[in-house]
């Protein structure tokens, strides 16, 4: 019993060893700058939950619809439940397996069958219990089981990915509905003023005080804006199936609530620091978990080239005569151990181990090139955000002056001093103008959602 016990010591003393790789995380150039004015991950939007950046109720219940829903996030939550578990039973194989036996037997044997093979007849019972231990002398056991929990934590990353890309295009559509809804208002509000045009261009043609050339380019500009409304109508149909496929459900009546023009979004927004970008966006941090799990995947390989210690023992009761096994004359117990090692594979061991080196190369490189994307998609949004900022209030004031050049070439053509072709152009000026404002609105605020995903706030 002392050497048994002394030689479980001394395995546990030299299971202390773990062979592999450690991971170190990449020194990154683009980690030195600093985007916006963010001080601190406090100042970032990204510290806003989804329902505090958006005050559309209407929006914010279009997302927590997605998010109880989607099928697609419910697939990712599965597996991450999977993982979890399959490391809890990765973790559980550096502890003693303890089984029981319960068995009994009876055998016969005749004497010629006696004589011939030393058979006899034999009737035993027996009860036992054993317990197998796998001493982690290299740190095969413990290499599994970190690869298991980063695995694990890769995959709750990408599930918090896969919900802030959701919440992300729950919010774009959700935008781009409103942008064609205001693009319908557009057209219902131009086509009623042209058929009021065409009204009284018609009479005056049929009194002869125009030509007729007047009535037909009014006619064609009436039937110019009918044309934009079923095809504004048609997209909204596919936004809106596009939203109830994105909520879980098959169809139903999207609620509007604030318009593009009344949505109430902070105007200046500080972006945040590229270090606390690491450890913030989900697929930066996936990605990096999965390399992690790879190199641990690598000492497991080495490991293998190892020998591995196995320790058994059995405590239990046998006897011929089943009311005679709980005699304490039918005692048995064991202690053994074995140590088993490769000698010659003609290399396998060795390539396994090159195979998995290569993999964690491959992984390092994606995880690189994970950041490289955060850092540019960051640079491109805050552009976004800015230049389409300035963009739109560009083209409001060019609604303004269309407006007033519309006005005033009515005015102009009524009282006989100029063509009605400047009255067409500056009603398709005005048109145009309308419709660029409500797109570039429509763009700004999906700018501020990607820039939002981009610094993987929203989970």
Known sequence: ????????????????????????????????????????????????????????????SLIQMALDSNRNLKIAIAKVEESKAAAAIVRSNLLPQLNYNLGARSSGAGTNAQRSFAAQDVNTFQ??????????????????????????????????????????????????????????AIAERTIQSREESYRIISERFSKGYIAEIDKLQAQAQLNFAQAIKPNIQRQIVVIENNLNVLCGRSAGTIARGKTNFEQSLPPTIPAGLPSQL????????????????????????????????????????ASPELSSVLNSNSLYNGVGGSLVGPIFAFGQNKRRVDVERKRAEQLLLQYEQVVLVAFAEVESTLGQVNYLGVEYEARKKQVEATTRALELSNQRYNTGYTSYLEVLIQETNLLDAELQESSVLQQKHNALVNLYKALGGGW
Request: some cysteine; proline content about 3%.
């Open 1 to 60: 019993m002392k050497k048994g016990i002394a030689l479980i010591m001394v395995a546990l003393i030299w299971s202390a060893c773990k062979v592999g790789p450690s991971y170190e995380r990449p020194k990154l150039a683009e980690t030195k700058k600093e985007y916006g004015q963010a001080k601190s991950a406090s100042d970032s939007i990204s510290a806003l939950k989804w329902f505090e950046l958006y005050k559309d109720e209407a929006l914010n």
């Open 127 to 184: 009860t036992a219990a054993t317990l197998n231990w796998e001493i982690d002398l290299f740190g095969k056991i413990r290499n599994s089981k970190d690869a298991a929990i980063n695995e694990y934590l890769s995959r709750e990353e990408v599930r918090k990915n896969v919900q802030v890309s959701l919440i992300a295009e729950v919010a774009s559509n959700y935008f781009l509905l409103r942008d064609l809804d205001n693009r319908l």
């Open 278 to 317: 690491l450890d913030r966006r989900p697929d930066v941090k996936a990605a990096e978990f999965a390399v992690n799990a790879q190199y641990s995947r690598v000492g497991v390989a080495v490991a293998n080239r190892l020998p591995t210690l196995n320790l058994t023992a059995a405590l239990g009761l």
